[in-house]
């Protein structure tokens, strides 16, 4: 097999066009067109690299990482909400790695999910109004309400407020959202104001009005708790010998991130594919009864829910919650033989990689029994990316697996969600991908056969 020293390219007139219409799909289309060959895109003053060949995959995110760094202009548009941590580079980076990442383990994770599930429970139990009257619920909205009051409870103890934290949310919501333009345009100078600014930097600066008075009421408290913003401080301490307020302010930041928003964003998705997929929707729902019944939601049910695995599974491979995932070239070097300058954007595509046909039978249909395990086995490890893969993978898919679960289980234990709009969904680009259209969902509560 010869090797291909050129990539694909898409010229100006034709990738401008697509990308502006519907980016998250076309950018998809035009790399599974491809069939996972480098795609250059022509941008006019932008020329970034599209890939998304598994093999292509694992060299950038994983066995050459160091060569692709998280910089450059992609980086610059979120770094000004989530400043130098998690979502970093180079030391700050790997500090912020060490202290958070215990905070993220499997086993601390499963420490935590008796609280979670107990929470998410309570956030459930407040739908009843709706269910009774049949008033639909904005679906986006109520999930990520629900993450929400789970993570600030869990995370950050009590000190976050209930309505502190249901004015945070939206605040997180419209930052993610409002850099659509600038991640599509990424040259656009930041001297001129470009749809998306004003009201991201008002959120921004409404997020570090809430979060500053936090981390400064528990320096004065210095207590050693193990909630999230005090552990911060100890670990902080303890590696710097000082807490740096603003480094501190940016770890909470990205691990509001890493918990909240990939659970809330398919979760967001699912009940649109459940009403497009009723037999889907059926054994769901059939599990969840055999195994939950009318008792509350805990977490020894979860293991026992393998279908609810498998179509989690397969909601992360057709909308993962990151789009894109961009690297700047930090050297001269080359990837499926095609050389690839010093400087140059590289952007690793799972949206792409996850419809690729070499690697998913069927791609664009939801089939959740091909996450049967003996198929598993067989597929490519970095065919399936939604939480990224390498040293920078992301630190909250501990956290989905508990999170996403509970939710699920608890709504569908105690209601049937009906689309009262059904529509195509177009996604919208941001710092993860959402519906641009809102779900409107009517609670039909479940009815449960008495014993005679």
């Avoid at 209930?162 to 949310?169: G, K, P, S, V, Y």
């Avoid at 809430?210 to 981390?215: D, F, G, K, S």
Wanted: with cysteine; net charge neutral; aromatic share 8%.
């Amino acid at each position: 097999m010869t090797h291909v020293t050129h990539p694909h390219v898409i010229p100006f007139y034709r990738a401008f066009p697509r990308l502006v219409k519907d980016p998250v799909t076309e950018l998809a289309r035009m790399g599974t067109e491809a069939d996972g060959r480098v795609v250059r895109l022509d941008l006019g003053p932008f020329r970034p690299y599209l890939v998304s060949h598994p093999d292509h995959v694992e060299q950038v995110l994983k066995t050459e990482w160091t060569k692709y760094a998280r910089e450059g202009m992609f980086w610059r548009p979120l770094h000004r909400v989530t400043g130098q941590s998690i979502l970093g580079e180079g030391d700050a980076w790997a500090s912020a790695r060490k202290i958070l990442a215990p905070l993220f383990t499997s086993r601390y994770v499963a420490s935590l999910a008796e609280d979670m599930a107990d929470i998410i429970a309570e956030s459930i139990v407040e739908l009843e109004g709706f269910a009774a009257t049949g008033r639909p619920v904005d679906g986006g909205h109520q999930m990520t309400t629900i993450v929400n009051q789970a993570v600030i409870k869990v995370l950050f103890g009590g000190r976050i407020s209930r309505d502190t934290a249901e004015r945070l949310a939206p605040e997180f919501a419209t930052c993610a959202t409002s850099i659509g333009f600038r991640l599509l345009f990424p040259f656009a100078p930041y001297s001129i104001k470009v749809p998306g600014d004003r009201p991201f930097l008002r959120s921004a600066k409404k997020i570090d009005e809430i979060v500053y008075p936090l981390i400064q009421q528990a320096q004065r408290e210095n207590s050693r708790s193990k909630e999230v913003v005090s552990a911060l401080l100890s670990a902080r301490l303890e590696q710097e010998g000082k807490a740096d307020v603003q480094q501190v302010r940016d770890d909470l930041v990205s691990i509001y991130g890493a918990a909240s928003e990939t659970t809330a964003m398919s979760l967001t998705w699912l009940w649109s594919v459940l009403h497009d997929h009723p037999d889907v929707n059926a054994r769901l729902c059939e599990e969840i009864d055999q195994v939950v019944g009318d008792q509350p939601v805990r977490p020894e049910h979860i293991p026992q829910l393998p279908y609810l695995r498998m179509v989690l599974q397969e909601l992360l491979r057709l909308y993962p919650s990151a789009w894109i995932i961009p690297r700047q070239a930090t050297e001269d070097t080359e990837i499926g033989g095609i050389p690839i300058k010093a400087g140059s954007q590289v952007l690793v595509s799972p949206y792409t990689t996850h419809r690729l046909a070499k690697f998913w039978d069927r791609p664009l249909d939801f089939l959740p029994d091909r996450w049967a395990d003996e198929k598993v086995a067989r597929r490519h490890r970095y065919s399936f990316i939604p939480f990224g893969a390498g040293p920078h993978v992301c630190l909250g898919q501990h956290l989905f697996y508990v999170e996403a679960p509970l939710v699920i289980a608890n709504v569908l234990s105690r209601y049937r969600p009906e689309l009262t709009n059904p529509q195509r969904l177009t996604p919208m680009p941001g710092a993860s991908v959402r519906p641009k259209e809102k779900l409107m969902l009517r609670l039909l509560p479940v009815e449960r056969k008495r014993a005679a």
